[in-house]
């Protein structure tokens, strides 16, 4: 299994890109102006290029996982993984979830933009290939106040 960025992403990154670089051609009048849309821009990129470099951000099988993290792939056999659940929060009205894999040293987190669809759904499916003793599982939900 494996589960990757969506493939409209990189593309919706570099119009952006390029939006921010029109921007600051003709709209920034300062160096300072030009100089941060330019490092906006250059960001973006460099997102993209990350998108299309590396599209598939986890993939599972019987051994373990192999996740992306920063521009490197790490393997991660089951017997490291302690557990992995399900991160809600709820902020300023809007709710996010989070796919958390913790390994006891380390916390990675996924969200539904480098899994291609929603946290819950990846984690389901993982539960499904875990080896029975490897805890994965939901946190109980705490009351909304």
């Known amino acids: 299994m494996e589960w990757r960025v969506a493939r409209k992403l990189p593309a919706v990154k570099l119009v952006a890109a390029a939006l921010f670089a029109l921007l600051g051609a003709f709209v920034a009048t300062d160096v300072v102006g030009r100089s941060l849309v330019a490092l906006a821009a250059a960001g973006l990129v460099a997102s993209a290029v990350r998108d299309l470099v590396l599209p598939v951000r986890l993939r599972a099988d019987a051994e373990g996982l192999t996740l992306v993290a920063g521009v490197a792939r790490?393997?991660?056999?089951?017997?490291?993984?302690?557990?992995?659940?399900?991160?809600?929060?709820?902020?300023?009205?809007?709710r996010t979830e989070l796919l958390e894999i913790d390994t006891g040293d380390e916390l990675h987190f996924l969200g539904e933009r480098d899994l291609g669809v929603p946290p819950?759904?990846?984690?389901?499916?993982?539960?499904?290939?875990?080896?029975?003793?490897?805890?994965?599982?939901?946190?109980?939900?705490?009351?909304?106040?």
């Open 74 to 94: 790490r393997r991660l056999p089951w017997s490291q993984i302690e557990r992995v659940r399900l991160d809600e929060r709820q902020r300023l009205g809007l």
């Open 120 to 145: 819950a759904e990846a984690l389901t499916a993982l539960t499904a290939l875990a080896p029975a003793p490897t805890r994965l599982r939901q946190p109980p939900r705490e009351p909304s106040s």
